[in-house]
């Protein structure tokens, strides 16, 4: 929607197509996401300690981590997983845990890689974008710096 918005206010006579870059600026921001919320101090302080592992979201890291643990170590994740679901939140040492897990697993390192990897496909759907205008956008290459990991 915000991609059709754009192109029907767009002053440009040859407007450019958004969907993919919206498309792929959605999912590097979601797994960027993901990743800080297990891996920043930063976001640990705003939002608090591994809050996804609260909301119960099967994110990339945790689907990682549950795919290439030992059989043995991914049944104790899930258990783990399981029983926040059903407390509702899980306690700072239970997180911790899980965190630990996810980390022996290469999860978070997996997560990391692929944020990179999106990122550049982003960077590399603005230059289709800027080619298809025919200038620049600085204050689009602002906001990614911004929010690169």
Do not use: W
């Not at 029907?8 to 006579?13: E, G, H, I, N, Y």
């Not at 999912?27 to 609260?54: I, V």
């Not at 697993?105 to 025919?134: K, M, N, W």
């Amino acid at each position: 929607m915000l991609a059709r918005l754009l192109e029907a206010t767009s002053p440009l006579t040859h407007k450019p197509n958004l969907h993919s870059l919206i498309t792929m600026l959605g999912r590097a921001y979601a797994l960027r996401d993901d990743y800080m919320n297990l891996a920043s101090t930063e976001y640990t302080q705003t939002k608090g300690f591994c809050e996804d592992l609260d909301e119960g979201k099967y994110s990339l890291p945790v689907i990682h981590a549950l795919q290439n643990l030992p059989g043995p170590r991914a049944l104790i994740l899930s258990n783990m997983l399981t029983q926040r679901r059903v407390s509702g939140k899980a306690s700072p040492d239970h997180k911790q845990l899980i965190l630990d897990m996810l980390s022996e697993a290469g999860s978070v390192a997996h997560t990391l890689d692929v944020v990179r990897l999106l990122q550049d496909e982003v960077d590399r759907e603005i230059e289709v974008v800027e080619r298809q205008t025919g200038m620049e956008n600085l204050q689009l290459r602002a906001v990614i710096e911004l929010i690169r990991v």
